[in-house]
């Protein structure tokens, strides 16, 4: 996954479309833009949450649905 981001957010999670937890890991932005390597996770549906590394403001939160379809 390829996004771009203004801001400090740090952390990312990935849920699987029963709830749990699948990936939890520490992001580096680079000119406001990361890379999260989904290679490894089967077709379905998922969650991806990126948190601030403090997790201290939720307005500072994402999330989104994805899809992995190959």
């Avoid at 680079?30 to 999260?36: F, L, S």
């Avoid at 991806?48 to 994402?62: A, C, M, P, Q, V």
């Amino acid at each position: 996954i390829n996004f771009d981001f203004e801001g400090e957010l740090k952390k990312v999670e990935i849920f699987n479309d029963l709830g749990q937890l699948i990936l939890r890991d520490e992001i580096e932005f680079k000119n406001n833009g990361a890379v999260i390597n989904t290679k490894e996770l089967p077709n379905g549906v998922y969650l991806l949450k990126i948190l601030d590394s403090t997790r201290s403001d939720s307005s500072k939160n994402f999330s989104k649905r994805f899809v992995i379809a190959r």
